[in-house]
């Protein structure tokens, strides 16, 4: 009976060990996965952050009246924080609800992509990399590890064809997939420098969470520090509110999904695209062709903006949206909790719809 005791608690002590060895030997990583499991809309309260401070001259936006039926009716039920309209350059309409409030930062998750393009832009202006640069001229482990990657540039990876696999999905042993390993890293820069691997030659669209971690790597090697540079893009917009980044125990900020923000000063990006001319609008504004589809909607991707019909759209996990309407000159942000069914690309039609209408 005794063996038996002892043989019952080998058994979780075995399978600790069998997780921890796929974990990397990361017992914090390990324990983050484990306990959060999937991500929701507050994991930025538990991770660490830097802060990215509002701009000592914020330019508050002009206003104007709000037309009628372009707040929809369903933002409490549907679990909205917030929900901002801009039209031509002046905020037409606004609404908050969920405990959302207009200087109450939330979690943008992948619209942290298209900010992380913005700063690969200023990295181009500031003619520290160009878009045509092989990823192995920054981080030349990566030819070490497959000279493959020597095929992959920065302009591949921000447009997600870079031929880098990657698999959404998680499953039993949850700790070796490549979305957690992001996700719930401690060391982020390390995991997207030793964990990619080459699925397809260059082209291939495949959306992927290493692409904007591995491009920070190569901004902070060839000398911009991604925070310092947001830090400098959100004086220059005239942000209201700071920012938060979400960063990992080194302090790298997690790229692909760490930037917290208000919905009107999101809405300053997304204004971008309409008001000036720069490399990072001149590159977005690109044509585009069919990346993927959900369903019957056929979708485009350039430059971390996706692209439904003329409209450029922003999307981040659990609702997180921003639609820019060149045709009418509207800017629409939605910020939401998780735990609601509607997909971000449903949410992103009736976004257009309203823009259309306005």
């Not at 409030?101 to 979690?107: E, I, L, T, Y």
């Not at 001229?137 to 591949?156: A, C, K, M, N, Y």
């Amino acid at each position: 009976m005794k063996r038996l005791r002892h043989a019952i608690w080998l058994v979780p002590v075995l399978f600790l060990g069998f997780l921890w060895m796929r974990a990397g030997f990361d017992i914090r990583y390990m324990a983050r996965v484990l306990w959060h499991r999937e991500s929701n809309t507050d994991d930025y309260l538990w991770k660490a952050s830097r802060t990215v401070p509002a701009s000592p001259h914020p330019r508050p936006w002009p206003t104007r009246p709000c037309p009628s039926g372009v707040i929809p009716a369903d933002l409490e039920q549907t679990g909205t924080l917030a929900f901002v309209a801009i039209k031509d350059g002046a905020l037409a309409c606004e609404w908050y609800g969920n405990g959302g409030a207009v200087d109450k930062p939330a979690a943008a998750f992948s619209i942290s992509k298209t900010i992380t393009a913005l700063l690969l832009a200023t990295a181009v202006d500031q003619h520290l990399v160009s878009y045509g640069d092989p990823i192995t001229r920054f981080i030349p482990e990566l030819g070490t590890r497959d000279p493959r990657f020597e095929q992959v540039t920065l302009g591949s990876l921000v447009d997600m064809r870079s031929g880098i696999g990657f698999a959404e999905d998680t499953h039993f042993p949850w700790v070796d997939g490549d979305s957690p390993a992001v996700y719930y890293a401690t060391d982020l820069a390390h995991t997207v420098i030793t964990k990619p691997v080459i699925a397809t030659a260059p082209g291939t669209f495949l959306y992927n969470d290493y692409a904007p971690n591995l491009i920070g790597v190569a901004l902070q090697r060839a000398g911009l520090q991604p925070l310092d540079a947001a830090a400098k893009i959100w004086t220059q917009l005239g942000a209201e509110y700071p920012a938060l980044w979400s960063v990992d125990d080194h302090g790298f900020p997690w790229l692909e999904s760490g930037f917290v923000v208000t919905a009107r000063d999101l809405a300053r990006v997304g204004e971008l695209l309409l008001e000036t001319t720069s490399t990072y609008v001149t590159r977005t504004r690109e044509a585009t062709a069919i990346a993927t589809a959900f369903g019957e909607t056929q979708l485009g991707y350039h430059n971390a903006w996706w692209r439904l019909g003329e409209d450029l759209v922003a999307m981040g996990k659990h609702g997180q949206i921003m639609v820019v309407d060149p045709a009418t000159h509207v800017v629409l942000v939605r910020l939401g909790l998780d735990g609601h069914a509607e997909t971000n690309v449903a949410i992103a039609l009736r976004l257009a719809k309203i823009s259309s209408a306005m």
